[in-house]
């Protein structure tokens, strides 16, 4: 009987009635573990890989973007320095010289006829940061997320990324977006040398489409403002330069002075012609042609309080640049965040520094020191970190 009992026993029937009803509540419970830790680790090497995401372009018309009171300020600070210009000392510091020196450097470069070796060595510089982040970018998907598999996360509609929102793919299937390694082709490489930014990702922000009356507006607005910019030099900023010369030959300081300021304020309108003809116009022009979706090459600096606000908000292609390749290698590997932040204001000083040095084999250090003092002004005053998030 006994081994009649056993065979009873051991029947399937009676093994299900003595299991437990959640015996396997531990097995589910490190299965959600493994794949909640499994979401996050993605998650993670993805907003470290992913820099895009579609955007429009601040002073587009589809941008819904309509807060334009720092150039009310500016406007309203300009008219009243050219009927009161005793005062205007006092107004050239409260607009920073963050405006003042870019613009007279840039129209010394056309009057001398150093533009061409300016524009030559700009793009050389480009193409070297290109290619920085284009081997930094695969040498982290070769060593970080190739070895622990994660090549089929990249197509996970589970799990919230640039790459798995659906308004990135320009209205593409998210299974054909590309994974690592077969994203190491000519065409790829080349894409990304011609595309407006200086990040590389795998998976970039395309639009669904060209639009072609976009595009013969921002073509106009390059033809229109150029020729602008070019009447700005021969009929305000030559005769005045021309007329600024003998007070540097006498070294008279009151007269030098005056004349700096006389050549402020076409400097100004100088500058913004040109940052609505390089960052707006331009580089949505090329963006339109090759349907790339992050339009979002400044934001709104018009509207700063201080220079850390400017410096991060003016040029977000350069900036962002430096957040992902400097300052936050420079975090992960121990340092803090203000070796880091000195790291990124030092290099940006240097390189704007060759950039004007260069071309007019002057190197005077002038533009160095001058960033360098606005940015022992910031951290005397306790200002917010230099890399915004």
Known sequence: MASHAEVRDTSPKLRRKSTPRFSNIH????????SKFYEDLVEEMRRKMCCHKNRESLLSSSSGFFNYRGMLNWAVVVLLSMSER?????????????????????????????????????????M?????????????????????????????????????????????????????????????????LFAPTLCYQMN??????????FLLRRLLEMIFLIHVFIGLIQQWVLPVTRNSM?????????????????????NHFMWLIFFHWF???????????????????????????????????????????????????LIEKGYSKWEGQASVFVLSALYHEYLIAAPLRMFRMWLFIEMMLQNIYRVLRGSDCLVSK
């Not at 097995?27 to 493994?34: F, Q």
């Not at 409260?94 to 129209?107: K, R």
């Not at 970039?204 to 009356?213: C, D, E, T, V």
Request: hydrophobic share 40%; charged share 15%.
């Open 128 to 192: 070297f940061m290109k290619l920085y982040s284009y081997h930094e970018v695969n040498r982290w998907l070769r060593e970080e997320w190739a070895p622990l598999g994660l090549k089929s996360a990249i197509k996970h509609p589970g799990i919230s990324s640039c790459a798995s929102d659906p308004s990135n793919t320009g209205g593409g299937n998210l299974q054909q977006l590309v994974t690592f390694p077969d994203n190491l082709t000519v065409k790829d490489l080349y894409y990304f």
């Open 86 to 126: 005793s005062g205007y000392a006092a107004q050239m510091i409260n607009l920073g010289a963050v405006l003042f020196f870019p613009l007279c450097v840039l129209t010394t470069l056309s009057a001398t006829g150093a533009a061409g070796s300016a524009l030559v060595l700009g793009i050389h510089s480009i």
């Open 27 to 34: 097995v589910r419970s490190r299965t959600m573990e493994r």
């Open 279 to 329: 960052f707006h116009s331009t580089l949505n022009f090329i963006a339109e042609l090759m349907r790339f979706g992050d339009r979002r090459f400044y934001r709104d600096w018009w509207n700063s309080e201080t220079l850390t606000y400017f410096w991060s908000n003016s040029n977000i292609i350069l900036h962002k640049w430096y957040m992902r390749h400097i300052y936050r290698p």
């Open 246 to 266: 003998q007070p540097f030959v006498e070294m008279n300081l009151t007269m030098m002075i005056n004349q700096l300021l006389l050549i402020a304020i076409p």
């Open 204 to 213: 970039f922000p395309r639009s669904s489409k060209i639009r072609i009356r």
